[in-house]
Nanobody, 119 residues
């Protein structure tokens, strides 16, 4: 069983920055696509950024140029650097680990960390 623990959320003014961290139990980053999702009140959970095992990344259009996902496999940690934050970035941010292997899907979530951006 994989456990993911997020940290780094908080309250920040618009234009500010935060860095979220997600520490995974065990050395899984070499095998899983790691992603950050967010869910704002009354909205569906959406993908913010993802990083594959091969090093490719992709971002939601709304965060391109402002957010950066990175992974440190040695530390079993994935980061989300968030700059130029906007009030619409306010949400609970979740870390996700996803893998398809031998016909099975492995999908794990962290507990979430709140990010609040004030105007």
């Amino acid at each position: 069983q994989v456990q993911l623990v997020e940290s780094g959320g908080g309250l920040v003014q618009a234009g500010g920055s935060l860095r979220l961290s997600c520490v995974a139990s065990g050395s899984i980053l070499n095998f899983y696509v790691m992603g950050w999702y967010r869910q704002a009140p009354g909205k569906q959970r959406e993908l913010v950024a993802a990083a594959t095992t091969g090093g490719s990344t992709n971002y939601a259009d709304s965060v391109k140029g402002r957010f950066t996902i990175s992974r440190d496999n040695a530390k079993n940690t994935v980061y989300l650097e968030m700059n130029s934050l906007k009030p619409e970035d306010t949400a609970v941010y979740y870390c996700n680990a996803d893998r398809s292997f031998m016909g099975k899907q492995y999908d794990y979530w962290g507990q979430g960390t709140q990010v609040t951006v004030s105007s």
